[in-house]
């Protein structure tokens, strides 16, 4: 049997992280997909129904155009392990308001979407400098009638500046599913 060797430290904390967000990710999908009302509290969640297929909900969150439909002014996303997931909400200042040096951590098209998460201006100081970010996972599950997209961003540590940026996530999330339904036919 062959022994993956890991070129740094930093390569295998970034796979153990990857593999703890991922059990996570399972363990949510499996409690959401009970009849549960309320949400976990340290975890934003948001989900949406679509009439869309898998594929084409996964295209509105890793097609630049599509992106910038709904939730950005400008993208560069390259959906694949490693690839960027970078959103700029202002173009003339892109090192604010931007997940600028984002990157994808996991991504089984057009099932499941994995990817790091920095916030703007307000939360930059300590939310940009954390090591992980905070982390963005997206399912794509097929329903009788399209798509349930459900996207779980955890990460958040316990402080009250922590808190108050989990709660904005909360409302921003919301606002951008919101923004997509009504992009959607």
């Known amino acids: ?14 796979r153990l992280f990857l ?3 991922l059990f996570i990710t399972l363990i949510a999908m499996n409690t959401f997909s009970q009849t549960i009302t309320e949400k976990p509290s340290g975890i934003v969640v948001e989900s949406l129904k679509v009439n869309l297929s898998a594929s084409e909900a996964f295209e509105y969150f890793t097609i630049n155009s599509k992106l910038e439909q709904w939730l950005t002014a400008k993208a560069n ?7 960027t997931y970078e959103l700029f909400w202002e173009r003339d200042d892109p090192e604010n308001n931007s997940t600028i040096g984002c990157k994808i951590l996991a991504l089984d098209p057009p099932h499941y979407l994995n990817f790091e998460w920095k916030g703007p201006r307000q939360y930059k100081a300590f939310m940009n400098q954390a090591d992980p970010l905070t982390n963005v996972t997206v399912t794509f599950s097929p329903i009788a009638d399209g798509t349930k997209i459900t996207l779980i961003h955890t990460g958040w540590k ?3 500046e922590w808190e108050e940026a989990r709660m904005y996530f909360a409302n921003a999330w ?3 599913f ?3 339904a ?3 036919p």
């Open 1 to 14: 049997m062959e022994r993956t060797q890991f070129a740094t430290d930093s390569e295998l904390i970034k």
């Open 19 to 21: 593999c703890v967000t």
């Open 77 to 83: 996303v390259n959906p694949t392990i490693g690839g």
């Open 158 to 160: 316990n402080s009250a």
């Open 174 to 176: 919301s606002g951008a």
């Open 178 to 180: 919101k923004q997509l």
């Open 182 to 184: 009504a992009q959607l």
